[in-house]
């Protein structure tokens, strides 16, 4: 496929409120995703408001409505962008990056191989067609846009059928 320099898409993400840090992976991949330590503090404000209880962190990142909402903050901060450069899936995480944990460098550049290998699973999950995944994420978003796709090939499906039966000409 295409290059896609992670740089771009991570810089233009990191303006956003809701987004502390992410990791773009996409190198040797079909798809973009990324890994995102969200700004707990405004997740939780958010959540407020629109009364969304929660019984945790980890609980909050799970909720479909916290999932549309940053999904919603990529497509406005991607705007523009190639369809390949575009995320497509993303794992929310709990704990930032940092330095101690050897995800970032002194200089607070982001470690590529040290996030790819610290969160295999997740990512593996992320192009995996797993159940799993789809089931935890299953943002309306997604769903709309393939049910979108399944109608096409639906009226795609009746055109061809209708061309043939008048190409047999009955």
Same mark, same amino acid.
């Given at each position: 496929?295409?290059?896609?320099?992670?740089?771009?898409?991570?810089?233009? !993400?990191?303006?956003?409120?809701?987004?502390?840090?992410?990791?773009?992976?996409?190198?040797? =991949?079909?798809?973009?995703?990324?890994?995102?330590? /969200?700004?707990?503090?405004?997740?939780?404000? @958010?959540?407020?408001?629109?009364?969304? /209880? @929660?019984?945790?962190?980890?609980?909050?990142?799970?909720? /479909?409505?916290?999932?549309?909402?940053?999904?919603?903050?990529?497509?406005?901060?991607?705007?523009?962008?190639?369809?390949?450069?575009?995320? =497509?899936?993303?794992t929310l995480?709990?704990? /930032?990056?940092?330095?101690?944990?050897?995800?970032?460098?002194?200089?607070?550049?982001?470690?590529?191989?040290?996030?790819?290998?610290?969160? =295999?699973?997740?990512?593996?999950?992320?192009?995996?067609?797993?159940?799993?995944?789809?089931?935890?994420?299953?943002?309306?978003?997604f769903e709309?846009?393939?049910? &979108?796709?399944?109608?096409?090939? &639906?009226?795609?499906?009746?055109?061809?059928? !209708?061309?043939?039966?008048?190409?047999?000409? !009955?």
């Amino acid at each position: 496929g295409k290059y896609i320099a992670p740089q771009e898409i991570e810089t233009r !993400l990191g303006t956003d409120k809701y987004i502390e840090q992410v990791a773009v992976i996409a190198d040797e =991949k079909n798809y973009v995703t990324a890994i995102i330590a /969200p700004v707990v503090s405004e997740l939780e404000n @958010y959540a407020k408001s629109i009364s969304l /209880p @929660y019984d945790s962190i980890g609980d909050l990142l799970e909720k /479909p409505e916290i999932y549309q909402l940053i999904e919603k903050q990529i497509a406005e901060k991607q705007a523009g962008m190639a369809n390949y450069e575009l995320i =497509k899936k993303f794992t929310l995480i709990k704990i /930032p990056f940092s330095i101690e944990t050897g995800e970032l460098t002194n200089t607070l550049k982001i470690r590529r191989a040290v996030i790819m290998q610290k969160y =295999k699973s997740e990512i593996e999950a992320m192009y995996s067609s797993s159940k799993k995944w789809n089931q935890v994420h299953n943002s309306s978003f997604f769903e709309a846009k393939n049910l &979108q796709f399944e109608n096409h090939l &639906q009226a795609g499906k009746k055109i061809l059928i !209708l061309q043939r039966i008048k190409s047999l000409d !009955l």
